[in-house]
């Protein structure tokens, strides 16, 4: 079965410095992969997806992922974070034969001024 | 476009009583997925259905628990009786085909 662990329950970065998120999957093959943001009290918002084809994707609002397949990561990366980026972010892998996600714990990220 | 529509997005009722959760998946998506948010679990997925057919009913935690999709344009999750270890954020999310899902607001249930 797949797994998927953000190892960084909070993070804090000062707004302007650049950030990265963790993302670490177990999955017998290349899964799907996603980055969803999670403002207090909203729904989740897709960030960026990966299929297959080139490994760094681009999202929105400057965000980026890239997969390793050798270190069965998906690392969210930001190069300069602003204060409006302060929430939760969740990692989700999917099976290819499958219709269901398996999302991470989560990553709170918190900006300082 | 309208995303996925969830009513209500509060919830506050008291143990025993019946709740019942909507959702409006996004037009033209032919997958619903019920999901539950809490801070011991995280984000669990309860059912889900294609062409309103529910396919997967695994994560729905117990019979008091029910949900349907009577076309494709409404779905409900419905609790009945409830108690207090349901509350949660309640997740509706929709796609076109099993991959890249949309998420409504959320209904935020407590039960007291």
């Known amino acids: 079965a797949q797994s998927v662990t953000q190892p960084d329950i909070h993070i804090t970065v000062s707004e302007g410095a650049s950030l990265e998120l963790r993302c670490n999957y177990s999955?017998?093959?290349?899964?799907?992969l996603f980055w969803y943001v999670q403002s207090p009290g909203q729904g989740l918002q897709l960030l960026l997806k990966?299929?297959?084809?080139?490994?760094l994707v681009q999202g929105i609002k400057g965000f980026e992922a890239e997969f390793k397949r050798s270190q069965s990561s998906f690392n969210l990366r930001k190069p300069s974070v602003h204060w409006s980026d302060a929430a939760e972010y969740f990692c989700?892998?999917?099976?290819?034969?499958?219709?269901?996600?398996?999302f991470g714990a989560g990553t709170i990220l918190r900006v300082k001024s | 476009d309208a995303g996925v529509i969830q009513s209500p997005r509060h919830e506050v009722t008291e143990m025993g009583q019946e709740v019942t959760l909507r959702c409006k998946p996004i037009?033209?998506?032919?997958?619903l997925f019920w999901y539950r948010q809490t801070m011991m679990r995280g984000l669990e997925l309860l059912i889900y259905?294609?062409?309103?057919?529910?396919?997967?009913d695994s994560g729905m935690p117990e019979d008091r628990f029910s949900a349907k999709m009577p076309n494709a344009s409404f779905s409900t999750l419905k609790i009945q009786p409830s108690e207090p270890r349901d509350s949660a954020v309640y997740f509706c999310?929709?796609?076109?085909?099993?991959?890249?899902?949309?998420f409504g607001p959320g209904t935020r249930l407590t039960v007291l």
């Open positions: 999310a929709s796609s076109r085909g099993p991959r890249t899902q949309y």
């Open positions: 999955y017998g093959a290349t899964p799907y």
């Open positions: 990966y299929f297959s084809g080139d490994t």
């Open positions: 989700a892998v999917g099976a290819r034969d499958g219709n269901k996600l398996v």
């Open positions: 037009s033209g998506h032919d997958y």
């Open positions: 259905f294609n062409n309103n057919v529910p396919i997967d």
